[in-house]
């Protein structure tokens, strides 16, 4: 089946402009996870969705990152008024539960503020 | 809170030859454990994991590790690389009861001929 997608690929945008960036997870899976790759870095957790709880947005790094999930499948992760250290690779991950499921990873999405 | 570390960030290998791959992780409660691998431009694919029973654990593509509680690491091994085996590995620690993921900073490998 259809795996975690994710879109666009490749975003490049100037300092001080809103990005909207959306991952389609793998049907069926109830929790979704937003991670933000780095370079030559590992992989910082950012959110997590998990049906229709409250999302845990502990992660975030500012008030100019946000997420959303409509009607508990597609999710939009929102950087508001970017800088160049909000350059990376964000990653989205769903899994069919909660827990220790294993979470299956999208392709990403390489935002480059410039 | 737990932490990852992965002890070599740039590992090169002949072809035909074996890898180990470090991991180790701190953590107060008990853990589970995941090596995920990212192939280059593609997203991060499921390697292993470890859950409970068996302390050694099989994987795709011949990658197999070994839980070692005692020494909290989890090392990533296999026998004999293939150039395809070139990707960037990263070991990731999970806590019961908790949906997150810790990642180590990866580890690249590079296998050559």
């Known amino acids: 089946g259809a795996g975690v997608s994710q879109s666009p690929s490749n975003k490049v945008t100037e300092k001080g402009k809103d990005v909207e960036l959306r991952c389609d997870p793998i049907?069926?899976?109830?929790?979704l996870y937003w991670y933000r790759q780095s370079l030559g870095q590992g992989l910082e957790f950012l959110i997590y969705?998990?049906?229709?709880?409250?999302?845990?947005k502990s992660g975030l790094p500012s008030d100019r990152f946000s997420a959303e999930r409509t009607g508990g499948s597609v999710s939009t992760l929102t950087i508001q008024r970017t800088q160049q250290e909000d350059s990376a690779v964000y990653l989205c991950?769903?899994?069919?539960?909660?827990?220790?499921?294993?979470?299956?990873f999208g392709p990403g999405t390489r935002l480059t503020v410039l | 809170a737990q932490s990852v570390t992965q002890l070599d960030s740039q590992v090169p290998v002949f072809e035909e030859a074996p890898v180990e791959l470090r991991c180790n992780y701190s953590?107060?409660?008990?853990?589970?454990l995941f090596w995920y691998v990212q192939y280059p431009n593609q997203g991060l694919q499921l390697l292993l994991k470890?859950?409970?029973?068996?302390?050694l654990v099989k994987g795709i593509n011949g990658f197999e590790a070994e839980f070692n509680k005692s020494q909290t690491s989890f090392h990533l091994r296999k026998p004999s690389v293939h150039i395809s085996d070139t990707a960037e590995y990263f070991c990731?620690?999970?806590?019961?009861?908790?949906?997150?993921?810790?990642f180590g900073a990866g580890t690249t490998v590079t296998v050559r001929a």
């Open positions: 049907s069926g899976h109830t929790a």
């Open positions: 953590s107060s409660v008990s853990v589970y």
């Open positions: 969705f998990q049906g229709n709880s409250a999302p845990d």
């Open positions: 990731a620690v999970g806590r019961s009861n908790d949906y997150k993921l810790s």
């Open positions: 991950a769903s899994s069919f539960n909660q827990g220790m499921g294993t979470q299956y």
């Open positions: 470890y859950l409970s029973g068996s302390t």
